[in-house]
Structure formats: C-alpha cells, structure tokens
C-alpha cells in the first residue's frame, strides 16, 4: 500500500545478516520535501533501513518504491545510477576522500554523474558557500575542522541536486552547537529545494529538526501519526 | 499525577476496599508522600458520583467504612482514555508518566505504545520549540535551548523505561 | 596549607621504579616491540606473516644467489669430468689402441630448439673406459641416455627424436654424470665406427686442467647481472619490512598515550620489525630447503639445477643472517625519523620537507663518472671488475632514490583528467612514498636489464659465429666424415625424399694440392676436387656429355684469374696431392689427360663450385683421405619440425652426421647460460616486486574500507573505482619505466663505449617495458576481487 504522494516508500522490508534479523517488517514513506527522522535504538535497524531504502543493500523481503518504480527490482547499475543521481548521503564520519580538497569532494559526485570538472566545481562552490564553508575549499579534509568537514559532506550531498538525501547520524562526531548548525544548514536547503530527507538519529534534538518521525524497534517501525 | 485515574486503575484487576486501595497505591506510587485515608474517599465518592465505580458490597464490622468499590465499563474506557493520553510535555512529569506505566503494565494495556505516544509528544514540542528558535533571536534561542534540553532528558528518559520495559513488568507484577 | 604540610612529608609510597637506560632499555624496547608484533591479535600477526613472507622471499633468493658459486663450481667439475682426457704429446695427438681405449665421435644434436649431446662410441678392448655415470659400456646398438632424454624419449612429444635415436636403451646416467638434471645426454654403441668415418681414439675422461678462464668482458656482464638482481631484492625486503606501517604508527601512538617516550616507540618499533625480519629470515630458509628439494623439476629457459649444486657459501649466508634483521632495524628508524608520533595521532613530516633533487642526481653521475674514469677494458688484460660493479651499483641505486622524487615532481604537476584518474594521482600525492618504494625495484630490474641487453646485443659479435650464409638459399648445411662410394648420390636422394625439402646438393669434396715443395712467402696451389655421379655433377657445371669414368675441369663463370688458379693445380695429365692434413696421410692421384674444361653453373641452391670434379667411376671417394660428405638443403620452413625431419634423415645416413642451421647463429654456450641467467632472475625479480606491490595495495584498499562504502553508496561505479587503483599503480610504473628505460639505455651505452663496441640494437628495452605492463595489469587485476569485496555496503555500518 503506497500512501498517496509519496516519493519513496518501503513496505514490510524484511533483512536478515547472518542469522541476525535487521528489519523484521519495517515499513516507511516520505513525501518531497519531507524530513523524517527515523529514531530508535541502536542496533534496531534503523541503518539497515537507510540502507535499504537507499537501495545500497537489497531487503530479503519487500517492496521499495521510488517515484513508482520498485527498486528492489533493478539491477545493481540501476541502483547506482539512481544513487548518483537522485540521492545524496551524508555520514557520520570518514565519507570525504582524504586527497580531494574540499571543493573536488563536493563537485565528486557531480563529476561520477558525467558533469565537466569546471562546471562541477562552480557548482560545488556555490554549495559551500551555502553551507558557509567556502573558506575551507582549497583545503583537504584532514585539514579542516569536525563541524566544516560535516558542512562540506552535507553541500556534497547537496550538490547533485538529488531528490532524496540520506543522513545517517550526520551530527553524530559533532558537539551541539556544531550539530545544531548541521542540521539547520541541511534542513533549510532541503526544503527550500524541495528535497526530501531521511534522517536517521538517535538524538531528540535532531529529530526534532524533522517534520515527522518513524520509529525503529527491534526491525519493525512505528509510525505514530500514519497509524493514527 | 491524576490520583482519581490511579485509583480507577487499580480497581481494574478486582474490587477492592477502600483501605486495600490506599494500601496499593502506597505501596506502588506512593514511595515518598503516601496517600490520606481523606484523599481516598474524596476521590471514590467523585467517581461513585461520575459513575466511573460502584459499591460492590458493605461488609460490617472492623473498620469505620467498609465499602467496597468496583469498577465500572465507563470507568475502564476512562483509565485507557487517560492512558493513552500523552502528557504535555512539562518539567518533573516523571511521576506521572511512571504511574501511567506502571498501570498499563498492571492493567494490561501496551506501555510501549504509551511511552511511544509520550515521546511523539515530546517530539512535537521539540519541534515546535526548534522551530521558533530558527526564526527568533538569541535570547529565543537560549530559552527555547534550555526548554529542548529539559525535553530531551525526559525522551532520554522515556528510552531508558522503554527499553527496561520487561524487568519493570516483571518486577511490578511481582 | 594541607597541601604543603604533605609535601614536608617524606614519601611512604614505593620507589618509583627507575627506568633503565643504555643497552638495557634498547633490549627491553625491542622485546617489548617483539612481544607487540608476536602478540598484537590477528591483525598483528597477519602484518608480522606479510612481512615474513615478503622479507622470507628475497633471502630465499639472496640463499639462492650465495649458492651460485658452488654450483658453478660443482657444474663446471662435472662438465670437466666428462670431457676427454688430453693424450700426452698436445691436442691433435691422438691415444694409442689399447684394451680400454675408445673409438668415438660426437654425435650432438638438437631436438625443437634444445641441445641433445651425444656419443658414438666404439670399445677397442673388453674393459673400456666409462664416463662418469655411466655403469656399463654401451653395446652395439645400444645407448645409455640421461632421465631426461629418457623421458623425453618415452613422452609422444619425443617420438620424432626416437626416430633419430633407433638404439635400444640400456641404462641411464647417473648425476655424476651430468652437468644438470634437465641435460638431454646419450652415449650410443658401435661396432662400425672406424677412424676414417671421423673418429677419434680416447683413453679415459677427466680434463685435469683449470677450468677456462672467463674473458672478462663475461666478467662485467656477470658482475651487472649480480647488481641488477641483488638490488632489487634488497629493495623488496626494505619494502616488506614497512607492511603495514601504517597501522604501526597508530599503535605506537596508542603507546605515546600511555606515557612512553619518543626514543621507546622508536626502539618498540624497531623491535617490532627486527622480530618480522628474523621470522622472514626463517621462512626464507625454509622456502629455499623446500624449494631446493623441487628445483630439479624445474626446468627455465633450458636451466635445471641439481639439489645438491645448491649450497649457499657459508660467509655469503653468515652475511645474509646479520644483515636482514640489521637493515629491518635501520629501514625501521630511518623511516620514523620522518614520522612524529604523538600521543594522539600521527604526524607526517615528509610534506613540508619536499624531496630534494641534488642529492639524488649525484648519485647516478657519479656512478657514471667512476665508469667512465675506468676507461676502457683491455680484452686481453684481466678485468678489475670493482670500479665497473661500484659504478654500475651506483647508477643503478642512483636511479632508485630519483624516482621518489621524480614521482613527486610528476604527480604534483598532475590536474585534473577523469575522476578515476584524479583519484589516484590525489592518492599518490599524498602519499608518493610508497609506490616509489615499490616501483624503485622495478626501476632497477629494467634499467639493469636494458643496459645488459644493450650489452649482449654489442658484445655478442664476439660470441656469435655469424655463418654468413644466405638462408634464402639454405637453411641447412650437413657435413660428414663419413664418405662412401655412393655418398653424394645417395645424400641427395636421401634427403630429396625428405618432408618439407624443396632443394638439396650433396658432394663429397676434398682439397687437392700441386705437389711439389714451396718457399714459405709462395702459396701452394690449392683446389677442390669433388667427386659425384653424373646427376651431381650435371647439377654443378655445365656438362653436355657425362658417363662413369669421366672427369672434369670446371672454372668460374667470368673470372679469369680465378680460373688460371685452378689451372695452376688441375693440371691435365698431371698428378695432384691429396692429404688429410698437412704431413699426414696423402695419396697422389693423375688428373687424366682428355678432361674436358667447363664452367660451373649456379646449383639448385644458387651457388657455385669449380675446382676438379670427378665421376665416381675414375675415383673411389671412400680412398680419399680427409674427404667430407657435404650437403646444403632449402626446406619448406612451413612445414611443422622440418627441421628434426632433416636431422632424422641425416642421422639414418650417419649418426654422426653434423647438421647445422644457417639461419640460427650458432651460440658461444657460456654467453648463452649468462644470457639464460639474466632471463631467471629478471623473472623472478619481477615477479617478486609485484608481490610487494600487491601488498601495498591490497593493504591500502584495507585502510580504506570505509571510503569505499561510502563511494558506492553515492552510486560510484565500479569501473571508476578499478580505473583508479589501475593508475595508482600505472602512473608510478609509467615513471618508473621511463627512468628505467632512459637509465637503462644511459648505462648500456657507457658500458658499450668502456668495451670498445658500437651500440646495434637500441630498442631493446622493449621487451622489458611490456613486462613491466603485464605487472601493472597483474597487480590490478589481483586487486580487484578484494576491491570488490570491500565495495560492500557492510564497511558502512559503524556498530
């Protein structure tokens, strides 16, 4: 059952590692321009979730369906075409090549998308400032503090103009001040581009930048305010 | 904390004596501030006359009131009512979330969907707050900020409870 | 107040231990370094097994290298006790008939490429001498033969050899009798082989003589070969001991946490590498005992070795001990001196000190001007050869320390380009140190390997015998003592009949003389003379009328001086001299009167003869002392094993029979093993400095685990992924081979020009620069499966 309007919607998604379940009949739907947060604890499944719908690991059960095409259904090339086109990721630490500046970080996923490097790196540049990091451009990653090399992830998630961004745990290698800064930043273009974000956070004052939250225990969701 | 619904909730795992009834609550909720003989009558005549109990039977003898209340069907939709119920979220809401859970768990109803509720609840606010602080000044912020940090706690909290759900229920059951 | 009042107080608690200082605390770091490598978890163990294996690898061959001078030793005493003895009175003196005398003539051979070395022998007494391994003398009809001729012969492969083998086997060759396990030997019995059919009497075996001396120019090639192999193994083994020095740091890091000091972790760390080294050192003295044990198995490019020729030289070992465990050390603190360990991370100092370049130029320069100041080798003189092996040494290491920089400089001039490609070029930039380490040995290998070529190519007119024979017309050339009266006929027939001939002329000949005696400054008269039936001779000269009997005088086509020399000797009427050699054997013979004179005629080969041609009839050939059976054959060159088809032919009309190749260039053998030498151990040079490279890369894809999740989470292909790791070892071996090929050609030339030669050939470096290809796709293609291994989203989840 697909709710009406929905951009991405997972139903019943089952994902087994091992003999470990990690998603036992979850289901999620998010609508453009939403932030939901998925919230639970941890090992609950919420990554495994993320994963999933990101279509970076296929469920052993399930449907997924991304602007009505069923994702569990294409071929690994599909999913990443998909991914380097209409999703953008931000992670909680160790995502920007270490020998790219910030800049070549940003315009990255542009460029694996086919755009000419001048072009990718105006581009990139535009999204740094943005997220007021454009100082930090000419530098590498290493050189650059938590909170900037977390601004540079979230303007490279960004850059692409994808449709769906996935944060998983973005603030969580971040004090609040910095985190709250992040989650503003990257809450603000989102909606302002109509990009729709799964935010996957164990912090309440996170969450509490989304306009919906989902619930992961024990690889089943709870959908409070869809549940009625 | 609703010492009506408390009462009511307790009733609904069998009639029960007045005295019976503080004696429970006491020893339940009450760890600190036990419960006046006065606040219990009060209490059961409000919800004889709600019509949410009912005397069940009068036995002689003993005591200076020997009645014994029950609980009514109106009574039951009200605990479960109350239940699922979020609480605003409000500093020291502890107790009373405590109480709720402890009687979901004693009457059986869901105490994972109470404490889910409770933080969508908290949540919202959350977001509210987060939202005003986004368009106010620096003093919002810092208001909103020390307001954030209080709910935040109480998810913390409420995530603690949920995920000691079991050896609670064991323990209160006891 | 509390807290002066303490500080009066002499202090209950116990003494602090002091630390220990000097050798003590230098035992105590590399034990404690020792205790981390041995028991650092898995993770540790497998860095430490990495560099066991890797450092196990280059002493196997460094063991394999101090072996070489017992088994030269060992063959070159094999290979003497083989050869006949010398009788007494000079070379040409043949033994005297005895009862354990021997009549014998080679009968060597080649099979598809490879040299069959053999022996007709005929016993004079009932106890012949035996050559070394052979139990019992050979029967008529019978042939002791070595394992692997045997083998050979038994396989289906052999069968065309078999055909030219007819002899029944009898026994084998024992290892005492052969210089290595893969020799194709037989020693075949006659009962018919007589002087006249070329054979010579032996009375024993053994050359007690000192081996042949080597010429030095073989001298210089082998010290370079011994440089360019060594040096970059010695650089694999620099480069096995820093596996997994990443992960090192860290730990040592970990270490400064808890309070130790930078000079400790140094020691830690020293101990820590000395304790890989020596279990290297174990594993290479397994792997050389165990590969020992199946070396005679294998056969290289024509090289087999015995077991028991394998044994290092006790000093060239002892040096291999000490030093491996002591180079792991100092590679170990040279390699932190660049490196700031602090108790939270580590820091490289290697970016702000930018690789200086003057330095590492003056290494090769002066390397070429000691080469140069040597000047030129006298052929006759012996050879120092430690001015040419320092500076060889020189250059050759010289390159290597340039290539880091020369990396550096390349990759930082590097923008831009496809994404793969600025991935891996980033990756080189911050981090070039490493695959230069690697690629150094590369460097080394090639450019010894090309100046060695270039050598070989120019020096190999001094062991090359060109037959400066036109192949066009013949590609075989057959030369027999045997001659009968129907040798030449049937020598045609013989080998008209044969798969893939198109054209043969076979003659007998021998040298005729004027008799008479001469002044030493006068030349005596000379001429051939060539007996054949009528068809032969019809073949050789323009013949209207030819019958048994006949005789002839037959000049040169339009060359009159050429054609009165002839008349000088081939009188008519008159008698020539027919002689073996000069003062042995001769025999007169009249030229008859009514020979006709005629012009000789191109033959079917294109070829002219002249001198005196006679039919069968007026001379037997079989009386005519010193008298060869010739032939020259054109064959059909797309006919599969012409060849051994030919040698089979000729070994049924004599066994002894010589069959040359006039194509090939006959090959001086000890040039031939050096250039086999290089071959082998520029294989396995190759083949080792992949390994390390493989390593690196396999451990640096580890490291990056995480990275490469992420990459595909955001949809990175995996081709782009492969096209990085491609270049990131492409763009060091591309700089590493242009250095190496540019060296190379630099060292060749130099050595050239000290020898006295002219460089033939400058393209050689070809072959070596597509090895060094094929080691860029190995190492790719092997890194890919982990690559996408790690490429799974599991490297994502942090829990």
């Known amino acids: ?228 | 904390m609703s010492i009506g619904h408390t009462l009511l909730g307790l009733l609904e795992s069998g009639p029960r004596h007045g005295y019976d009834l503080k004696r429970a609550f006491d020893e339940k909720f009450g760890h600190d501030r036990p419960l006046h003989y006065g606040q219990v009558y009060s209490t059961m005549s409000r919800l004889l006359k709600n019509g949410l109990v009912e005397v069940d039977g009068v036995e002689s003898g003993g005591g200076p009131e020997r009645k014994r209340y029950a609980i009514t069907e109106a009574g039951i939709t009200d605990v479960g009512a109350w239940l699922a119920q979020p609480e605003k979220p409000e500093p020291y809401l502890q107790s009373t979330l405590y109480t709720k859970v402890v009687l979901a768990l004693l009457t059986g109803r869901s105490a994972e969907a109470l404490l889910d509720t409770q933080r969508t609840e908290h949540l919202r606010l959350m977001r509210i707050l987060t939202d005003r602080k986004r368009k106010g000044d620096l003093a919002d912020q810092l208001i909103c900020d020390h307001a954030l940090f209080h709910l935040e706690a109480d998810l913390r909290w409420l995530e603690l409870t949920a995920a000691r759900l079991d050896r609670l229920a064991a323990e209160v059951r006891a | 107040m509390t807290l002066l009042e303490h500080q009066g107080v002499p202090a209950e608690a116990p003494p602090v231990p002091t630390p220990p200082t000097g050798v003590a605390a230098w035992l105590r770091d590399l034990g404690l370094g020792i205790r981390l490598a041995a028991g650092g978890g898995r993770e540790g163990w497998v860095r430490t097994a990495l560099t066991a294996v890797g450092v196990g690898l280059g002493v196997a061959l460094l063991l394999t290298a101090a072996s070489a001078p017992h088994l030269l030793h060992e063959r070159s005493q094999r290979s003497q006790a083989r050869a006949e003895s010398v009788a007494p009175g000079g070379p040409d003196a043949h033994a005297r008939k005895s009862d354990t005398s021997v009549l014998r003539i080679s009968a060597e051979s080649e099979f598809r490429g490879r040299t069959v070395e053999g022996w007709l022998m005929r016993a004079d007494g009932t106890h012949p001498v035996v050559p070394p391994g052979v139990a019992r003398f050979p029967g008529a009809d019978e042939m002791v033969v070595s394992p692997a001729l045997k083998e050979l012969l038994d396989s289906s492969e052999g069968s065309l050899l078999r055909e030219r083998l007819p002899y029944r086997i009898t026994g084998t060759i024992a290892d005492s009798g052969l210089v290595s396990p893969g020799d194709l030997v037989y020693y075949a019995g006659s009962d018919t082989l007589a002087p006249a059919d070329g054979g010579h009497r032996i009375a024993g075996y053994g050359d007690p003589g000192e081996g042949e001396e080597m010429p030095p120019v073989l001298i210089v090639l082998i010290i370079m070969i011994c440089v360019v192999l060594l040096v970059p193994v010695a650089i694999f083994i620099v480069t096995a001991v820093r596996f997994g020095g990443d992960r090192r740091d860290r730990r040592l890091a970990a270490l400064r946490l808890i309070g130790t000091d930078v000079r400790t972790t140094r020691r830690i760390a020293a101990g820590e590498a000395v304790f890989g080294a020596l279990l290297g050192l174990l594993t290479g003295v397994v792997l050389f005992l165990v590969g020992r044990r199946f070396v005679g198995h294998i056969e290289m490019w024509g090289v087999s070795v015995f077991p028991s020729d394998l044994v290092p030289d006790l000093r060239l070992t002892a040096l291999v001990v000490v030093a491996v465990p002591l180079t792991a050390m100092l590679v170990t603190l040279a390699a932190l001196r660049s490196v700031v360990i602090e108790p939270l991370g580590v820091v490289r100092g290697g970016r702000d000190r930018r690789r200086r370049f003057w330095w590492r130029l003056l290494m090769p320069v002066a390397g070429l001007a000691v080469l140069g100041l040597t000047g030129k080798v006298d052929k006759s003189a012996p050879v120092d050869p430690y001015p040419i092996a320092g500076g060889a040494v020189l250059v050759l290491v010289g390159l290597a320390l340039l290539l880091p920089w020369l990396v550096e400089a390349c990759v930082n001039r590097l923008h831009g380009g496809p994404v793969p490609w600025q991935l891996a070029t980033r990756r080189l930039r911050l981090s070039s140190g490493a695959a230069s380490r690697a690629v150094s040995g590369i460097t080394v290998a090639v450019a010894g390997a090309v100046a060695l070529q270039m050598l070989f190519a120019a020096v190999g007119d001094e062991f090359n015998r060109m037959t400066g024979q036109d192949p066009s017309r013949a590609q075989f050339y057959t030369f027999s003592q045997k001659v009968t009266s129907e040798a030449a006929a049937r020598t045609i027939k013989e080998f008209k009949a044969t798969k893939g001939v198109e054209a043969v002329i076979g003659k007998v000949e021998v040298y005729v003389t004027r008799p008479g005696t001469y002044k030493d400054d006068e030349i005596q008269p000379t001429t051939s003379l060539i007996v054949g039936d009528c068809g032969t001779l019809r073949e050789l000269a323009r013949i209207d009328s030819c019958k048994d009997g006949d005789t002839f005088v037959v000049h040169p086509r339009n060359d009159k001086e050429l054609s009165d020399w002839v008349d000088q000797t081939a009188r008519k009427g008159k008698e020539v001299a027919i002689s073996d050699t000069p003062g042995g054997k001769s025999m007169r013979w009249t030229l008859p009167a009514d020979s006709p004179t005629v012009v000789a005629r191109h033959d079917p080969l294109g070829e002219d003869s002249w001198g005196i041609m006679a039919t069968t009839g007026a001379i037997d050939p079989s009386t005519l002392p010193g008298a060869t059976t010739q032939s020259q054959i054109r064959v059909d060159e797309s006919v599969e094993d012409v060849a051994e088809y030919v040698r089979n032919t000729a070994a049924g009309l004599d066994p002894a029979m010589r069959v040359s190749s006039v194509k090939s260039v006959a090959r001086d053998e000890k040039y031939a093993s050096v250039q086999r030498g290089l071959q082998v151990g520029a294989t396995a040079t190759l083949l080792l400095i992949a390994a390390a490279m493989l390593v690196a890369q396999l451990e640096q894809l580890r490291e990056r685990k995480r990275l490469l999740s992420v990459l595909v989470a955001f949809g990175t292909r995996r081709s782009t992924l492969a096209w990085s790791v491609l270049w990131q070892t492409a763009v060091p071996v591309l700089i590493g081979l242009t250095v190496a090929v540019a060296g190379g050609l630099g060292l060749g030339a130099t050595l050239i020009t000290m020898l006295d030669k002219e460089v033939t050939d400058w393209w050689l470096f070809l072959p070596m620069t597509g090895a060094g290809a094929a080691l860029i796709l190995l190492v790719t293609l092997v890194s890919l499966p982990p690559l996408w291994r790690m490429m799974r989203p599991d490297g994502l989840r942090t829990e």
């Open chain 1, 1 to 228: 059952m697909i709710p009406a309007g929905s951009l991405l919607c997972a139903d019943s998604l089952y994902k087994t590692y091992g003999r470990t379940p990690a998603l036992d009949g979850a289901s999620f739907s998010i609508h453009p321009g939403e932030v939901v947060a998925v919230l639970g604890p941890s090992g609950s499944g919420k990554s495994t979730l993320l994963h999933c719908l990101a279509g970076i690991v296929t469920p052993d059960r399930g449907t997924i369906t991304y602007a009505g095409r069923e994702l569990s259904a294409m071929p690994d090339a599909e999913r990443s075409a998909l991914r380097r086109t209409e999703f953008g990721f931000v992670f909680q630490f160790g995502q920007l090549v270490p020998e790219l500046t910030c800049v070549e970080n940003v315009a990255l996923p542009l460029r694996l998308a086919g755009a000419r490097r001048k072009d990718a790196e105006r581009t990139a540049r535009h999204w740094l400032e943005r997220l007021e990091v454009e100082a930090v451009g000419a530098q590498r990653p290493g050189e650059v503090s938590g909170g900037q090399g977390q601004r540079v992830a979230v303007a490279r998630a960004l850059a692409a103009s994808p449709k769906v961004i996935f944060a998983d745990e973005p603030t969580g290698a971040l004090d609040s001040l910095n985190g709250e800064r992040v989650m503003q930043l990257l809450t603000e273009a989102a909606r302002s581009a109509n990009v729709a974000v799964v935010l996957v956070t164990h912090e309440a004052r996170v969450a509490a930048y989304s306009d919906r939250d989902v619930t992961v225990r024990d690889g089943r969701t709870r959908d409070l305010e869809h549940a009625g």
